[in-house]
């Protein structure tokens, strides 16, 4: 198994579980009213006062008590499916 294909498998599963947590958080704050869902998918990627003050005014109780989410994984597995595409494509060019 090359470099790249671990990185795009890693990223993809980095990226499955950020969208995960992302909905484990947001979807009771879009279903409370305190954001639209474009907002909320906005949250996926940053960190703003509008998503912290959302999940603070949440409030509801996550499923394994998850309450706050965090950008970094969701960067994490893009920055790593993105080195596997640059490695994949500089192995195709170096053949």
């Known amino acids: 198994m090359t470099l790249a294909r671990v990185l795009g498998t890693l990223g993809a599963t980095a990226l499955v579980i950020a ?3 992302w909905w484990l958080v947001f979807r009771q ?10 907002g909320a998918v906005l949250c996926a990627g ?3 006062a509008a998503c912290d003050l959302a999940m603070a005014l949440c409030g509801a109780k996550h ?6 989410y965090s950008a970094s994984l969701f960067w994490l597995a893009l920055a790593s499916l993105l080195a596997s595409l640059a490695g994949s494509a500089y192995a195709r060019l170096a053949d």
């Open 19 to 21: 969208a995960g947590w």
């Open 29 to 38: 704050v879009i279903d409370n009213g305190y954001m639209s869902i474009s």
């Open 46 to 48: 940053t960190s703003s």
């Open 63 to 68: 499923p394994f008590g998850i309450e706050s």
